[in-house]
């Protein structure tokens, strides 16, 4: 259909020929919209006489009046409200088909993204990686001085989502689970309450101190399980830390499942998830800063690490 229309040569004599002064028209949806000549003229880099001239060229052509002027702007007259609404839209749809035309054959835009760094190493990276995406630039662990140093578009933050001045958009639910090094898991006859009351234990001290974001005492506790000397052991101040301590064969960690996917996936780490899964009570949000939305590619890429953040939405104890 659209190609018939293209084609058809009386198109230009049927429609276009019927369109008033596009200038005239342009000045008439300015003021009208802004309420104000002074105003349309600001927005159009004209002169407020330029503006009122191409309004009087459009009522001398439709032979009626178009606005009336007071005070404190202008008036729309009965016949020019009921006009306006469609030469908003269609203004609109021209500066959308202009910007569409001016993008086409650039390059992507691209999004800058601030990121904690072993987040982005262990889970984003990959992904990006495997998508083909390549109009996405990492900046890792940002601080709030780097907001505009680095013009980020968003960034990927743990927490409770309680950031003030900030548009938040949940992106991963992740949880907890014991991860041991295969050889460790041997001694153990594969025996999963064995590693946990056996072994080693290796203790991430950035937890934050939530009840409902188990450490080794409660985690055992929840499952009647109990150790002496549940202090031992390494202690960790870092999420990451841990899981590479675990892949070393230090002993058994309570790893997030985003943070230790890649080496559970190479065989260096084996989740001991028997007894369930422990979702963390905080997660991973996209931010974008001062509040403003996010721009088409950040949505873009936003709505793409949703999907790939689906499996992790899980249930456990």
Request: aromatic content about 6%; glycine content about 8%; proline content about 7%.
């Amino acid at each position: 259909m659209a190609l018939e229309i293209l084609n058809d040569p009386d198109l230009p004599e049927r429609t276009f020929q019927t369109l008033l002064p596009l200038n005239a028209l342009r000045a008439f949806e300015a003021a009208s919209r802004r309420g104000s000549l002074a105003a349309a003229a600001r927005e159009l880099g004209v002169t407020p006489g330029a503006v009122s001239q191409q309004i009087r060229l459009l009522e001398d052509v439709l032979k009626t009046r178009l606005l009336e002027r007071t005070g404190q702007g202008v008036l729309l007259t009965v016949e020019a409200a009921d006009a306006a609404p469609y030469l908003h839209e269609a203004f609109a749809s021209l500066a959308e088909a202009s910007a569409r035309l001016r993008s086409a054959g650039a390059a992507p835009a691209r999004v800058r993204l601030g990121v904690p760094g072993a987040f982005a190493a262990a889970w984003l990276a990959p992904r990006l990686a495997r998508s083909g995406r390549t109009d996405v630039s990492l900046i890792s662990d940002p601080g709030p001085e780097d907001l505009d140093r680095f013009r980020l578009d968003a960034e990927i933050r743990f927490g409770n989502g309680q950031w003030p001045g900030y548009a938040v958009r949940p992106l991963l639910s992740d949880s907890l689970m014991p991860a041991v090094a295969p050889d460790l898991l041997e001694q153990c006859d594969g025996d999963w309450r064995k590693a946990v009351t056996c072994l080693p234990l290796i203790h991430d001290t950035s937890l934050p101190r939530d009840p409902a974001q188990p450490d080794w005492q409660v985690w055992l506790a929840r499952r009647g399980l109990k150790r002496a000397d549940i202090a031992q052991g390494d202690h960790v101040s870092a999420p990451d830390h841990g899981v590479g301590a675990a892949v070393s064969g230090r002993g058994v960690a309570l790893v997030r499942a985003s943070l230790a996917e890649s080496a559970v996936a190479d065989g260096r780490l084996i989740t001991l998830i028997a007894d369930g899964v422990t979702p963390l009570s905080w997660r991973y949000h996209l931010l974008s800063p001062d509040g403003r939305p996010l721009s088409r590619a950040a949505r873009a890429l936003a709505d793409y690490l949703t999907e790939e953040a689906r499996p992790f939405e899980t249930a456990g104890v």
